[in-house]
């Protein structure tokens, strides 16, 4: 077996028994982007010197014995997550050149657990888009089809964990950012509950949904990731006060007991492909073979979901990304004399057209006249969203249903057409709105080969249980080994 | 047609925190460009706000001394605008749910009483600054201001004339002085003002057309502004004209205001509820421990200082004026307790002396305790009051206690009679053509024999011994 396809969970106990080093790996995985990553493009940014330099740190603490759980593990990083002294180019043009002076809290935490960063990993601009097509600065394809999206916004995360060029890797998910292109990629990936994660560092598109995960070769993996990651950052007041359980914890075979919910609103909606309904079906009777009650449960909101969310978010968005003015740091236009026309040119040559369309939506959105019409109506509907998953947990532990309504489509298929792209994330973006957490786990393959995800969704901090029915789904199944041939 | 001016006022007070509203960097004036400035108050991507718990606190303490209703949960709100000054591109600021609301304060003079309500504070970070050079074709930013916390207040419509806008600001810069909360310094902008006016006939219940007038950088600005505007609005209406609803800007150099901008041009602020911060959710209990921390404030001061020393409505106003020469007042009392005796003094050599060194009290040269210690010497009879002029002058420069210095120099007062005697045969030996004069009833020379008599002994002989003994030895 190469190192580079090790799990997470494999390589820690090799380099724990010292039957690998640190250093070994890392140059595994750095050969493996050598040889496959231009084909992929997942990369923005690698930092090999700095990735090998940590490497051999690793392997000395190791030799003196101090092992944490992610010492000399390679991890790849969404570019969207600041890294001191690192390109943080957020996939937009406006960023290129921006190298944060400060780390986001994530990565303080990934590099006290030892891990060794071997790079940035592309997404659509700003973390707008379902194909990683938005970004600004590169083209990466799906390793189990190169004619085809990996999702998106963090297809550069999942794309690089499919193709075994890196062992894990973070992402971000504003309305299935990592749940849809793990479930395209055919890898393991969570959103956290909001809140789990500080936000400190990961450059916001919309605060309120957004949320910092896992995506990983194995559901172990995600467990792990998690534990280090998790837990209250005085730096966002926004994250929670919890304390963070060990998720490996739950990792054990048996279900019973658990009850799965089964939203029949999910399985009405129009374009659900038969591959996808097929293997996600078969799924839930896999599930419910390990010993889970299975019910029917209502979220009678859900066709209102995507309109409420194509509004909070793109409202967040246009505020949050004025900053990006030109006057401070990131490119500028220097062509015009009037300030206003500086900031005009600025933005208009720095975003790219999805940014720029959902910056318009949502200060549309946000005007005087329009604001009850749609900001607040739809933070009535995200309300009513909440209590729809309040009232169906109250039946059950988790809801089961598909990631998104097809496998990977086709590189272009859909550039043109953002309202068919938007709807693509109907299965995804309640959880953000609802702030529950959410994770994919590999279900199986359409024919055509492309990989199938199912979504499990939980309570507010109940990602234990989601961690418990992936594991045991994932025992059962090989749907996670299979690897694309590259 | 006779007119009535309404005017709102609405406040911005920087508070007096040591740091920022929402990261650690210092709020301290006057560093170089650029300094007090970190990632969160740069607006950089990615990082997040994190509430400095002594602004609400601080805020808190003016809702109640202004007797508003603290919210017992309150909203942090976006206001997007672009500006180069403004780092993120938003305000964070408060919009919907205002900290407090429904508040009012007490103007009094020694003419009127009149009570202006508050209708709201919240809370807010301050922009950073630009800086243009005029021997560069380019703007500069300087960000150490970006994030100083503010507060602002706005009243009601209640003002009806430009002495009383300044009555207002002076009461609300004086109740933010005793609470400690803010410097109340309207030239370097801790304190600011945009007012609102209209104006309309007497006796009529609706408001006219109102303006919104910026720029007034003092108070004198603040009553000058208000006057040109409130005179340009009645000359637009007696011509028959219209008040267009508009922000002008007062212009101190051509002493008028000039539009800035109309309506139409009005900014659009969007403001939303911010999601990087959640509701500021305030106990009872906190507002309940914030009260019971509050100072005396000005009005219970005065009210205080009337009754308590006796003193007349004038000198408690004056030494109410600000907390620390309140203090310094009644430090001196404690020492000296004869109130009136010491007012008069403050008002009449203190005051004078800071205002020409342009001291503030703080700063005085002259301790309470010395101070007192004056006044007790000049009661003991060991000095005169003139001599106690000179004393006060050696302290303002030295800080020496006064008894110090009238050993130094030798300014105890004569009172020993038989020296006195002594001097006056003097006096009267040499000067017997007028004495003749006195003798023949011209007793207006006493005043001369007085002066020679303090000449001789360097003003220190005791005033009253030196008229007795003149009368018994000239026989008048």
Redesign the interface.
């Known amino acids: 077996m190469n190192l580079y396809e090790l799990t997470i969970q494999k390589a820690h106990q090799m380099i724990k028994n010292k039957e690998i080093s640190s250093v070994e790996l890392t140059r595994a995985v750095f050969d493996r982007i050598d040889k496959i990553d231009h084909q992929v493009g997942a990369y923005i940014t690698l930092t090999q010197a700095l990735a090998m330099k940590q490497a051999d740190h690793a392997d000395q603490m190791i030799a003196k014995g101090k092992i944490s759980l992610l010492t000399g593990i390679p991890v790849a990083i969404k570019d969207l997550i600041c890294t001191k002294g690192i390109h943080t180019t957020c996939g937009s043009k406006i960023l290129k050149n921006f190298i944060p002076p400060y780390n986001a809290s994530v990565i303080n935490k990934l590099k006290r657990a030892g891990a060794i960063v071997v790079g940035k990993v592309n997404m659509d601009e700003f973390g707008m888009g379902s194909s990683t097509e938005n970004s600004s600065l590169k083209l990466t394809r799906n390793p189990w089809a190169l004619d085809r999206v990996p999702g998106g916004s963090s297809g550069g995360s999942a794309a690089a964990v499919s193709a075994d060029m890196c062992l894990g890797a973070l992402g971000s998910d504003t309305g299935g950012s990592i749940r849809q292109p793990a479930s395209h990629c055919g890898v393991v990936g969570m959103k956290p509950t909001y809140g789990r994660v500080s936000r400190f560092g990961l450059v916001a598109f919309a605060s309120s949904l957004d949320q910092i995960g896992p995506i990983t070769k194995d559901v172990t993996d995600c467990a792990m990731v998690l534990n280090i990651i998790s837990g209250y950052d005085h730096k966002d007041s926004t994250s929670v006060p919890k304390d963070v359980p060990d998720y490996t914890h739950f990792l054990k075979p048996g279900l019973n007991g658990c009850t799965i919910g089964i939203p029949k609103e999910y399985f009405e909606v129009n374009g659900l492909d038969p591959s996808v309904y097929e293997s996600v079906t078969h799924a839930i009777k896999t599930i419910e073979g390990l010993g889970a009650k299975c019910i029917e449960v209502s979220l009678p909101h859900t066709a209102y979901a995507v309109a409420a969310y194509y509004i909070i978010a793109p409202c967040e968005a246009s505020s949050n990304l004025a900053r990006y003015d030109g006057v401070k740091y990131g490119a500028r236009d220097k062509t015009q004399p009037s300030m206003i026309d500086m900031y005009r040119r600025t933005r208009s040559k720095g975003f790219g057209p999805e940014v720029q369309r959902r910056i318009i939506l949502g200060t549309y959105s946000l005007s005087a006249g329009y604001y009850d019409a749609y900001y607040n109506k739809a933070s009535q509907v995200r309300t009513l969203i909440m209590e729809d998953f309040n009232q169906a947990f109250e039946a059950c532990d988790v809801i089961l249903s598909p990631v998104a309504p097809t496998p990977a489509f086709k590189i272009g298929e859909n550039i043109d057409d953002p309202l068919t792209m938007y709807l693509s994330d109907i299965y995804t973006l309640s959880a953000n709105l609802a702030g529950i957490p959410g994770m994919s786990v590999p279900c199986g393959f359409s024919k055509d080969g492309l990989p199938i995800g199912l979504q499990i969704l939980g309570k507010h901090f109940n990602e234990k249980m989601l961690l418990k029915v992936a594991y045991n789904f994932e025992q059962t199944t090989d749907f996670h080994k299979q690897k694309p041939a590259l | 047609m006779e007119f009535e001016p309404v005017i709102g006022l609405e406040v911005h007070a920087q508070l007096k925190t040591n740091t920022k509203i929402f990261c650690n960097c210092p709020t301290a004036f006057g560093a170089p460009p650029n300094t007090h400035v970190c990632?969160v108050c740069?607006?950089?991507?990615?990082?997040?706000?994190?509430?400095n718990k002594k602004v609400v606190e601080f805020a808190v303490r003016m809702a109640i001394a202004t007797n508003c209703q603290v919210a017992g949960e309150s909203r942090w709100a976006?206001k997007?605008y672009?500006y180069?000054d403004l780092?993120?591109?938003?305000q964070i600021s408060q919009y919907e749910l205002p900290i407090a609301q429904n508040g009012y304060i007490d103007i009094e003079t020694d003419i009127w009483k009149q009570r202006v309500g508050i209708t709201r504070i919240h809370m807010e970070e301050d922009a950073g600054k630009l800086i243009h050079d005029p021997a560069r074709a380019c703007s500069m930013?300087d960000f150490n201001r970006a994030g100083v916390p503010l507060i602002e207040i706005v009243s009601e419509p209640d003002i009806r004339s430009p002495e009383e806008a300044g009555a207002y600001l002076r009461q609300l810069r004086a109740i933010l002085r005793y609470l400690n909360i803010c410097d109340g310094n309207m030239e370097e902008g801790s304190f600011r003002c945009d007012a609102n006016v209209s104006i309309r006939r007497k006796r009529e219940q609706a408001f006219g057309t109102r303006t919104e007038l910026k720029n007034l950088n003092s108070f004198k600005h603040v009553e000058k502004g208000l006057y040109y505007e409130i005179h340009r609005q009645k000359e637009v209406l007696m011509d028959g004209g219209q008040i267009i609803q508009e922000t002008r800007l007062w212009d101190p150099d051509k002493d008028r205001t000039a539009s800035m901008r109309g309506k139409e041009e009005a900014h659009?602020y969007?403001?939303?509820p911010d999601?990087?911060?959640?509701p500021l959710v305030i106990s009872q209990e906190w507002i309940a421990d914030i009260k019971n921390d509050l100072p005396e404030l000005p009005e219970a001061k005065k009210a205080r200082f009337k009754n308590e020393y006796g003193l007349p409505s004038y000198d408690a106003e004056l030494l109410t004026s600000a907390r620390e020469l309140a203090d310094y007042f009644e430090a001196c009392v404690s020492f000296f307790p004869a109130p009136k005796q010491v007012s008069n003094w403050i008002m009449g050599s203190l005051l004078g002396l800071l205002n020409a060194e342009g001291k503030t009290i703080e700063q005085s040269p002259i301790s309470a305790e010395n101070f007192a210690g004056l006044l007790k010497l000049i009661q003991e009879g060991v000095i005169s009051g003139k001599i106690a002029k000179t004393v006060f002058e050696e302290m303002a420069k030295t800080g020496k206690p006064p008894r110090m210095i009238v050993e130094e120099k030798g300014l105890v007062q004569v009172t020993d009679v038989s020296a006195i005697e002594g001097i006056i045969s003097e006096v009267i030996s040499e000067n017997a053509k007028q004495v003749e004069d006195y003798k023949n009833g011209k007793t207006k020379l006493l005043g001369f024999f007085m002066g020679q008599v303090m000449q001789k002994t360097k003003g220190k002989a005791n005033p009253k011994i030196v008229n007795q003994v003149l009368r018994e030895k000239l026989g008048g």
């Open positions: 990632p740069l607006g950089m991507p990615g990082v997040l706000p994190v509430l976006r997007n672009f180069p780092p993120k591109g938003y930013v659009d969007r403001y939303f999601p990087d911060l959640l």
